[in-house]
């Protein structure tokens, strides 16, 4: 297991509490996720065949997480 620094914390707060759109929120609640580190750690390829998957949607989420500090850990 490794040592996350605490930066990653926001990837484990529901995503209907982070400050995203009301489409992402949407999109991630019918993909299933509830978290950014659920989307961060699905496969890419997976991930972009899932029904509701919207280039858009996947962009949010990558500028919401290198403005955090935090895009390291999307899909490593």
Known sequence: MSIQPPDAGILDIPIDE?????????????????????????????????????MDWYMEALRFMKERGVVRYFNK
């Open 18 to 54: 982070l400050p995203l759109s009301v489409d992402f929120k949407a999109r991630s609640r019918k993909m299933g996720f509830a978290t950014l580190r659920e989307i961060a750690d699905c496969d890419q390829h997976w991930l972009r065949d899932r029904l509701y998957f919207d």
